[in-house]
């Protein structure tokens, strides 16, 4: 069975004390309505670097709530002022790193050819990261969106071992419902995800593809989330506005 992934992306929300009582929160209703084992839920909270110390101190001691980063700098060090080594990341304990997110691409002009530089960084420092593709409106409409995610897995991740893209996360972004209110529907999701696993297995194989966890990010919400994790092929979500409300992010690792 593929892992099931509920991941906290926070985005640029919180203060500190805010974001310590949400991961507080978060903790003791998993702990409390999930289990030990999380009910088979990996649980991956993003929080923005200011915080990662801060809120891993409140669950080093648990199992299955992990500590994850929104981005990682391109390069391994230097004189980059303003960015975030993944050497940097990895002597806090971050285990995931969001990487390729549409926000990321959109805002500040990230390349696939960068994100596979910052692929290899991740896992060269013992890291794994949460891949994220997607399509706008306007590709969609266009009849263009599945080449295009295609397109952004095979540039972006296609030159990794099989040993190390076995452990790669994806996650499914339609940009046209992040922070819109509106969502794939279930049809919707199930159709790209179905596609992203065949394309894998065109490249490494029907096994790997059947391992790899592929998320769905585009306004995943207690209401929702049920139905599109009833799907085969999804296994989990990149949760935004959701993540930031313990209740609602707790439901949502309780829908699968």
Same mark, same amino acid.
């Given at each position: 069975?593929?892992?099931?992934?509920?991941?906290?992306?926070? /985005?640029?929300?919180?203060?500190?004390?805010?974001?310590?009582?949400?991961?507080?929160?978060?903790?003791?209703?998993?702990?409390?309505?999930?289990?030990?084992?999380?009910?088979?839920? %990996?649980?991956?909270? +993003?929080?923005?670097?200011?915080?990662? &110390?801060?809120?891993?101190?409140?669950?080093?001691?648990?199992?299955?709530?992990? #500590?994850?980063?929104?981005?990682?700098?391109?390069?391994?060090?230097?004189?980059?002022? *303003?960015?975030?080594?993944?050497?940097?990341?990895?002597?806090?304990?971050?285990?995931?790193?969001?990487?390729?997110? &549409?926000?990321?691409?959109?805002?500040?002009?990230?390349?696939?050819?960068?994100?596979?530089? /910052?692929?290899?960084?991740?896992? *060269?420092?013992?890291? $794994?990261?949460?891949? +994220?593709?997607?399509?706008?409106?306007? $590709?969609?409409?266009?009849?263009?969106?599945?080449?295009?995610?295609?397109?952004?897995?095979?540039?972006? #991740?296609?030159?990794? !071992?099989?040993? %190390?893209?076995?452990?790669?996360?994806?996650?499914?972004?339609?940009?046209?419902?992040?922070?819109?209110?509106?969502?794939?529907?279930?049809?919707?999701?199930?159709?790209?995800?179905?596609?992203?696993?065949?394309?894998?297995?065109? %490249?490494?194989?029907?096994?790997?593809?059947?391992?790899? !966890?592929?998320?769905?990010?585009?306004?995943?919400? !207690?209401?929702?989330?049920?139905?599109?994790?009833? +799907?085969? @092929?999804? @296994?989990?979500? $990149?949760?935004?506005?959701?993540?930031? /409300?313990?209740?609602?992010?707790?439901?949502?690792?309780?829908?699968?």
């Amino acid at each position: 069975m593929r892992q099931k992934i509920v991941a906290g992306n926070w /985005k640029m929300n919180l203060i500190k004390e805010e974001a310590q009582s949400l991961t507080a929160e978060i903790v003791g209703m998993s702990n409390d309505e999930l289990g030990t084992n999380q009910n088979g839920v %990996k649980l991956i909270l +993003c929080p923005s670097f200011v915080h990662i &110390s801060t809120i891993k101190s409140l669950f080093k001691n648990v199992k299955n709530v992990h #500590l994850g980063a929104q981005n990682v700098a391109s390069q391994a060090e230097g004189a980059y002022t *303003g960015e975030v080594s993944a050497e940097m990341l990895v002597s806090y304990q971050v285990e995931y790193v969001i990487i390729g997110h &549409s926000e990321r691409r959109q805002y500040f002009k990230e390349t696939n050819q960068e994100i596979a530089q /910052k692929i290899d960084l991740i896992f *060269g420092n013992g890291m $794994l990261p949460i891949f +994220c593709c997607g399509e706008t409106l306007e $590709l969609r409409e266009e009849g263009n969106h599945i080449e295009f995610i295609k397109n952004q897995i095979s540039e972006s #991740l296609f030159h990794l !071992p099989a040993s %190390k893209f076995e452990k790669v996360v994806i996650a499914y972004e339609p940009i046209w419902a992040i922070g819109t209110g509106k969502t794939a529907s279930s049809e919707q999701a199930q159709e790209i995800h179905a596609a992203i696993r065949e394309h894998i297995a065109s %490249k490494y194989g029907q096994e790997i593809a059947d391992k790899t !966890p592929i998320l769905y990010g585009g306004s995943c919400k !207690p209401s929702n989330a049920k139905e599109l994790f009833a +799907c085969a @092929d999804v @296994d989990g979500g $990149l949760i935004g506005g959701a993540a930031l /409300k313990s209740r609602d992010f707790i439901e949502i690792a309780k829908s699968f």
